[in-house]
């Protein structure tokens, strides 16, 4: 049993080593997935997927660690996936999320998978959100997304969550320069983590004051600034009141919607790609445009036939 | 992406003739603080092009196995300099072979006294690696013997 057809099957009845197997399948993007794409998105349960993001070492991992404690205490089934970057260099990767997680490896209503970004720049892997569709099939609700340590730009998380949570940890001083717009405009709940330390009261307040007239989240609330220990659980059950809160917001129709937007745009970008890739005038296309004999905009129009 | 073929990520529009990483398993098992050598490996094996998830400190042969499962690891490298190296090692062997996953190489390095090797092999470590090895033959080994071939 290796095709990825029997593994969903298996998975969808709780087979943890075909999960396991079918999720490096998507990680690879195996050919042979291609066929059981849609059977893997029918098969999802409308898992919640709740988006982990924020500066390396802000405290994500053992905030994941601490949710999924309170939510297995709760009786939900857990599923979780961690994001690292790949060395563009080497593409190699150290995945270290886990050692903060290693206390619910044993326990079999959380799985948690490790993915390298694998050249990705916005913080997930290409695959992600393939990913995050078998664990749904198998079964975990909700879905915890851990991204890469994210600076400014590294927001995609929030175009495949449905609750994106910014962790932020307060700075010794300064805490203004901790805070990225970027990262902060995405949020729909914010975690003022490391809550024991001295400076983690003011940063929330200074939080809670900046996204009261944050501009760019027209007709949604402004995000709540929720401060977390996740060393020591403090905190964590207000956060899971605010995830649970923001639910119905994420379910809106208007929401769901401008997900889907997001989702079809991004598989509109990969097919046309791989069309013009595979056309016959592909590498003429690109020399004329290297020789600035033709422009990208008409050739790409030419490649994909309009 | 449904992809129909991988594409190499610096020559768009070429097939990504590269194999994929190798996934690599580094756990502690038992409790043994010395994490030097396990670092030095997760970060030497990284420089070496394989996807190394480092699971940390003092870990039960339960959760390696479950934690390899999970991260269905082409690789299990256990590094133990605490002597406890014949309770532990071969129980995540008999843990990996419950579920199933007999086609995992396991290799295991630190302090391990020649006496044990003939043992430990026969319990289905593949190799052992003292100190002084370098990351080189490491990695040279893993990528002969891994049930994906880098
Ligand atoms: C540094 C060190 C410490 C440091 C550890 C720092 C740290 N965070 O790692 C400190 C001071 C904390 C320490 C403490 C102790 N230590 Co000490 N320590 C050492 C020492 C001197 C070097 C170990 C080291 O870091 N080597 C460098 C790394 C890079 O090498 P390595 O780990 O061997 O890894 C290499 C290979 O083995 C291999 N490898 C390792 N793991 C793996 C895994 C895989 C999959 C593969 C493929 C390869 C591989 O690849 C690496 C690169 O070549 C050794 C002696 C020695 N010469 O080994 C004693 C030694 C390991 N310690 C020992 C002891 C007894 C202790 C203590 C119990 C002492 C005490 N009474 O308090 C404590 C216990 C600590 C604990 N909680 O477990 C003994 C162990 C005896 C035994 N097993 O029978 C040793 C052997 C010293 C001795 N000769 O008695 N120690
Ligand atoms: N004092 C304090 N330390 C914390 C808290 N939460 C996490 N930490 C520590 O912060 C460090 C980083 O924690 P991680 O959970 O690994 O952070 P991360 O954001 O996942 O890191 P990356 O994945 O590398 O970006 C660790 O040493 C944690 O123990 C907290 O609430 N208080
Ligand atoms: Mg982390």
């Not at chain 1, 004329?288 to 008409?298: F, G, H, K, Q, S």
């Not at chain 2, 133990?80 to 995992?104: C, F, Q, T, W, Y």
Request: net charge neutral; charged share 25%.
């Amino acid at each position: 049993m290796s095709d990825p057809g029997s593994l969903l099957e298996a998975a969808r009845t709780g087979d943890r080593r075909a999960l396991g197997r079918l999720l490096t399948i998507i990680e690879n993007q195996d050919p042979t997935l291609r066929p059981i794409l849609p059977r893997l998105f029918a098969a999802g349960r409308g898992a919640h997927l709740i988006g982990i993001t924020g500066p390396p070492g802000s405290g994500k991992s053992t905030l994941v660690s601490a949710l999924t404690r309170a939510l297995r205490d709760r009786g939900r089934r857990v599923g979780i996936i961690a994001v690292d970057p790949s060395s563009p260099y080497t593409r190699g990767a150290i995945m270290g999320d886990r050692i903060r997680m290693m206390e619910h490896s044993a326990d079999r209503d959380v799985f948690m998978r490790s993915m390298a970004s694998r050249g990705e720049l916005g913080g997930l892997a290409a695959t992600t959100w393939q990913a995050v569709a078998a664990l749904d099939a198998a079964a975990y609700d909700p879905i915890l997304i851990e991204t890469v340590g994210a600076g400014q730009s590294e927001v995609e998380i929030a175009g495949l969550a449905e609750t994106t949570v910014v962790v932020e940890a307060p700075e010794m001083g300064d805490e203004v320069q901790a805070i990225k717009a970027g990262l902060l405009e995405v949020a729909d709940i914010v975690a003022v983590n490391k809550g024991d330390r001295p400076a983690a009261q003011q940063s929330a307040r200074y939080l809670r004051a900046m996204l009261s007239t944050a501009g760019g989240r027209v007709g949604r609330t402004p995000a709540p600034v929720i401060l977390t220990t996740a060393t020591t659980g403090e905190g964590i059950d207000r956060l899971i009141e605010a995830i649970e809160r923001h639910t119905r917001e994420a379910r809106s129709p208007e929401q769901s919607r401008a997900r889907a937007v997001n989702q079809l745009r991004r598989a509109l970008a990969e097919l046309a790609q791989r069309r013009a890739v595979a056309h016959g005038a592909w590498l003429t296309s690109v020399e004329a445009v290297a020789e600035r004999r033709l422009d990208p905009i008409t050739a790409a129009e030419r490649l994909l036939g309009s | 992406m449904p992809a129909d073929e991988r594409q190499d990520p610096e020559q768009p529009g070429q097939p990504d003739e590269r194999p994929t990483p190798i996934r690599v398993l580094i756990a502690k098992p038992g409790l043994d603080g010395h994490d030097r050598g396990a670092k030095v490996l997760a970060r030497g094996l990284r420089d070496e092009g394989f996807e190394v998830i480092y699971t940390g400190l003092r870990q039960t042969p339960e959760m390696i196995a479950d934690a390899a499962e999970q991260e269905d690891v082409d690789v299990v490298g256990l590094s133990i300099l605490s002597g406890a190296h014949m309770a532990l090692l071969p129980r995540v062997v008999e843990l990996l072979r419950a579920k199933g996953m007999d086609d995992v190489l396991v290799a295991a390095g630190g302090i391990i006294p020649d006496a044990d090797l003939a043992a430990l092999r026969e319990a289905g470590i593949a190799e052992i690696f003292g100190p002084g090895t370098s990351i080189g033959q490491i990695a040279r080994y893993f990528r002969e013997r891994a049930r994906r071939p880098g």
